[in-house]
Every structure is written in C-alpha cells, then in structure tokens.
C-alpha cells in the first residue's frame, strides 16, 4: 500500500485518537486541495509498505487509541487502494480495531469497503455534475450514486462538504435538495470552512484567489440544513 504520511489526530477524522493514514494518489484534482503531493499516482516521498506491515504496526499502536480511537484511512483517495484496503479492513476487524475510511465518494467499490469500516466519511464538494467537473476534475456521478446508495441502505454516515467562496458557497439549498426524498436519519452532516493551509504544497498555479467564507456563511448553511432536520455536527 502506497503511504504518504501518517500521525495521530483527536476527533477530527473518525471518534477518538486516532492513527491516519494519508495514502498516495487521487482520481479528482479539487482546486483547493490541502494535500496537492499526495494526487499523483507516484511520488518519491511515498513509500510502498505491506499490509502485514501495516496491521502490524496498527495493533503496536493499539494503546493509542483512547476515547473510542482507531486508524483512519485517507488520502488523496484510500479507495483508489481497494485490493489491498480491503484485505488490511479484514486484517484490522479480526482484531478489533476500530476503523474509519474518509472518502471523495468516487469509488465503485465503495460499498463493500464501506461493510468492512467502522466509520465512513464521505466528502461531497459540489452537487452540479459540470461544475464538479470544472473544480474537481471529474463527474460526481458515481459520488451521488454512492451517496444515495448508502443512505438507501440504512449505513450510518457522515457526510463532509467543504465550503469555498465563489466555488460551492452560494446555495445551501442546492446541497440539501440532493437528500431530499432520502431517509437521513442515519446522516450527519458537516461542512468545512475553506483554509489555505496546503497552499504552498501546489506546483504551479494555485487558481482560488477568493475563497475565504464571507462571515456567516457556514452558519448559514447549517442552519438552513438543520431546518430541514438534518443533523448537523459543528466543528
Ligand atoms: S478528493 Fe481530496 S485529496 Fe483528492 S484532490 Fe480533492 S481534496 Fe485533494
């Protein structure tokens, strides 16, 4: 499996303490990435480790994991990985260890990962399939059908949009049409400021020159999603 970088995080990816895994490679190319070195499918500063290698060091790491804490896969996109992904999820369940996967949803195979983790967190960035395609990249095709397909199934989920002036932050209502006609009530939802922490990871042109929220934007989002009664999680 092809990792990035790894390090503990509290609560900001699955509950609890957790180890995260940033894997190599991604199939969209958002423009406002924070992880821009970990979008290519190489990268001289990834290393290629064995699973068994991996769930090793997991299990070592198992004091760690306080307050209902585990091991997060993310990315670029972990999905990408599905073969081995799949077979650590195995590895890691046999065990015990509490899991989490944070996806961009694009995933064909995402459902039967999705039944070997814990937890699942799945990013949607913009509900329009073009203009999706104009910031990300790729169609959200696949990211809806997912989306839908799991809330369909009664999967518990959180569900991530990351909020970028100019880009997405203009109509709630858009986001929130897309659930509607879904049972959420096994939904969270929660959405993101946009930061420009990973900026100066970007080679070449950095395209959002105007992306900080004009103030109460995320509130405004929430409270219209919360007025519909979905439940809304504020970090
Ligand atoms: S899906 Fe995530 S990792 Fe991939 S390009 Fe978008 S923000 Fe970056």
């Known amino acids: 499996m092809k990792i990035l970088q790894k390090g503990f995080n509290y609560s900001q990816d699955g509950p609890g303490n957790r180890l995260v895994y940033h894997l190599q490679g ?16 190489e990268n001289p500063k990834a290393k290629d480790v064995d699973i068994r290698d991996l769930a090793d060091e ?12 585990g091991v997060t896969f993310t990315g670029g996109e ?28 694009s995933s ?6 999705a039944e ?7 990013d949607f960035k913009l509900a329009d399939e073009r203009s999706h395609m104009y910031w990300c ?10 989306i839908r397909a799991l ?14 002036h100019g880009v997405n932050d203009a109509s709630p209502e858009a986001f929130a049409e897309f659930f509607s006609g879904l049972d959420t009530s096994g939904v969270e939802f929660e959405f993101l400021a946009y930061h420009e922490y ?22 405004r989002f929430e409270n219209t999603f919360r007025s519909l009664n979905y439940k809304v999680i504020s970090t």
């Open 137 to 146: 990249g790729a169609s959200n095709r696949t990211v809806k059908a997912n």
């Open 78 to 105: 972990a999905t990408l990985q599905a073969d081995e992904l799949t077979e650590l999820l195995r590895l890691l369940r046999a065990e015990g260890i509490d899991t989490c996967i944070e996806t961009n949803g």
């Open 108 to 113: 064909p195979r995402l459902i039967e990962i």
């Open 26 to 41: 991604c199939n969209f190319k958002c423009k406002w990435c924070s992880n821009a070195d970990s979008i290519p499918a």
């Open 198 to 219: 990973g900026k100066g990871k970007w080679r070449g042109r950095y395209e959002i020159s105007d992306g900080f929220l004009p103030p109460g934007t995320k509130e």
């Open 116 to 122: 070997l983790t814990d937890h699942l967190i799945v």
């Open 151 to 164: 809330i369909s199934s009664g999967r518990r989920i959180l569900v991530r949009i990351p909020l970028i």
């Open 58 to 69: 997991v299990l070592r790491s198992r004091m760690m994991f306080f307050d209902g804490g």
